[in-house]
C-alpha cells in the first residue's frame, strides 16, 4: 500500500485517510513588473482581482488520407486574462497602458497562494511565470462599480514554473493578497490629503478635545457650520458669560 501519510496525491496512493483541500482558484493571484522597471525593483500586484482565467492551446491539423485521418499537433500558444479593479493612485492601469501603447513586455508571475511554505519573512510559494504583451486594454466604468480592466496577456513562448520568495514581491505580498490590509493604530491611520469633499470642514472631527465635548459651529459661514475646529468654543463661552452678566445686572 502506498505511503500517504505525507499528503502526496497521484498515481498509487489514495486520498481516502487524508484531509480535503481543495485548491482554491481565490488563492492565485497575479503580479506584474514592467521590462524598463530597474532590475532590483520588486513585482507588483495586478489590482484588485476578480475572475482570471488562461487558456493553453495547441492547434490539431487533420490530414485525411484515403482510409482514415490524421491528426497532428501545431505549435503551443498561451493567453493570461485578469480581471484588476483599481484604486486611487496606485498607478496600476497607466503602467498597462505603457505596456500596452509602447509595446512594452510585461513579466507576470501567477502566484499560488494555496501552497505557501516557510516563515516569515523567507516564504515561498509555487509560480508560473510568463513574459507576456497586452494587445488590447479595455476601461470599464460601470454605474455604482469600480474601475476596471479585463486585461488579456499573450504569453510569448510558453510560461516557466518555479518557486517565488515573498521579498521578490511588494511589501507583504502573501498577507495583502489575502487581508487587503493590515491592523493599522490610530496614531498610525488617517492623514488624507483628499480633496473630493465640497465642504473641507466635513472631513474635521466633529467633537475636538478643545470644545469641551460640544459641537460648535458658526451658522454665519458661508462654507457651512465648522466642525470640531475648536475656534467657536471660547467664543460661545464668552457670549453665554456676557448673557448671564447682563442678565444678573439687570436683576440688580
Not at 55 to 64: A, S
Not at 169 to 187: C, M, R, W
Amino acid at each position: 500500500m502506498a505511503d500517504d501519510s505525507a499528503g502526496n496525491f497521484g498515481v498509487g496512493t489514495t486520498v481516502l485517510n487524508s484531509t480535503v483541500r481543495p485548491d482554491l482558484s481565490d488563492l492565485y493571484l497575479y503580479f506584474y513588473k514592467l521590462d524598463t522597471w530597474a532590475k532590483n525593483h520588486v513585482a507588483k500586484m495586478l489590482g484588485l482581482q476578480g475572475n482570471t482565467s488562461g487558456t493553453n492551446t495547441k492547434t490539431v491539423t487533420t490530414t485525411q488520407t484515403k482510409t482514415v485521418p490524421i491528426k497532428t499537433m501545431g505549435q503551443p500558444t498561451q493567453q493570461r486574462t485578469v480581471l484588476s479593479y483599481f484604486q486611487v493612485g496606485d498607478g496600476i492601469f497607466e503602467d498597462m497602458k505603457k505596456a500596452w501603447k509602447y509595446g512594452i513586455t510585461i513579466h507576470l508571475y501567477r502566484v499560488n497562494l494555496n501552497q505557501i511554505t516557510g516563515d516569515k519573512p523567507n516564504r515561498q510559494a509555487p509560480c508560473e511565470y510568463s513574459q507576456c504583451l497586452l494587445g488590447t486594454l479595455p476601461q470599464t466604468e460601470n454605474l455604482g462599480g469600480i474601475m476596471q480592466a479585463s486585461l488579456a496577456f499573450e504569453v510569448q513562448g510558453l510560461a516557466q514554473e518555479d518557486l517565488l520568495s515573498e521579498s521578490d514581491l511588494e511589501e507583504a505580498a502573501f498577507d495583502q493578497g489575502v487581508d487587503l490590509y493590515n491592523f493599522i493604530k490610530p496614531t498610525m491611520a488617517g492623514g488624507s490629503d483628499d480633496q473630493t469633499y465640497d465642504n473641507a470642514n466635513a472631513a474635521k472631527p466633529t467633537v475636538e478635545e478643545t470644545d469641551g465635548g460640544f459641537m460648535t459651529g458658526d451658522a454665519s459661514n458661508d462654507s457651512g457650520v465648522n466642525f470640531g475646529t475648536g475656534s467657536n468654543a471660547s467664543s460661545a463661552a464668552s457670549a453665554a458669560n456676557s448673557t448671564a452678566s447682563n442678565a444678573a445686572s439687570s436683576a440688580s
